[in-house]
């Protein structure tokens, strides 16, 4: 006895062969599942200049 959530197995083949078709083609990436990276390299460089200075400093205070 089927559960009667499962769709009968000649739609799950469908199904399969769409998703198989939407990947070869690219189409299977929807523009929320991209995330943008959470720091770009202009922020990155900035925090290791300023990190770099920060450790001169300590270190200039300590000698």
Same mark, same amino acid.
């Given at each position: $006895?089927?559960? &009667?959530?499962? &769709? &009968?197995? !000649?739609?799950?083949?469908? !199904?399969?062969?769409?998703?198989?078709?939407?990947?070869?083609?690219?189409? !299977?990436? !929807?523009?929320?599942?991209?995330?943008?990276?959470?720091?770009?390299?202009?922020?990155?460089?900035?925090?290791?200049?300023?990190?770099?200075? $920060?450790?001169?400093?300590?270190?200039?205070?300590?000698?």
């Amino acid at each position: $006895m089927s559960s &009667p959530v499962s &769709p &009968p197995p !000649d739609a799950s083949r469908i !199904d399969a062969q769409n998703r198989h078709i939407a990947q070869e083609a690219g189409l !299977d990436q !929807d523009l929320e599942s991209q995330v943008p990276p959470r720091y770009g390299a202009f922020t990155v460089t900035t925090l290791g200049v300023i990190l770099v200075l $920060m450790v001169a400093a300590v270190i200039w205070i300590i000698i």
